[in-house]
């Protein structure tokens, strides 16, 4: 994977981890060979599947939704002595 279009991809996404998870999904999408498994882009000569994905997020081909109401994005109480 290209550190240079990492870079880039995550100036695009903002937040690492959702990048990872972006372009993990994207990966399998693209080796599946279902629906969803061409690339986005045109030349994708001498590219590894994960250089595609990282391509298609800087040019504006695919983004990413967070769901409002997510528990997940929620802060988790620290469970700690009582006083």
């Avoid at 109401?69 to 620290?78: A, F, G, I, S, T």
Wanted: with cysteine; hydrophobic share 35%; glycine share 8%.
């Amino acid at each position: 994977m290209n550190s240079e279009l990492c870079r880039k991809a995550l100036e695009k996404i903002g937040n690492p981890n959702i990048l990872v998870n972006v372009i993990s999904k994207r990966v399998r999408q693209l080796t599946s060979g279902g629906t969803g498994s061409r690339p986005l882009i045109a030349d994708t000569t001498r590219l590894g599947t994960a250089d595609v994905a990282l391509l298609e997020i800087i040019e504006g081909k695919m983004a990413h939704e967070l769901a409002e109401d997510n528990p997940l994005l929620e802060p988790v109480r620290k469970k700690g002595k009582r006083s």
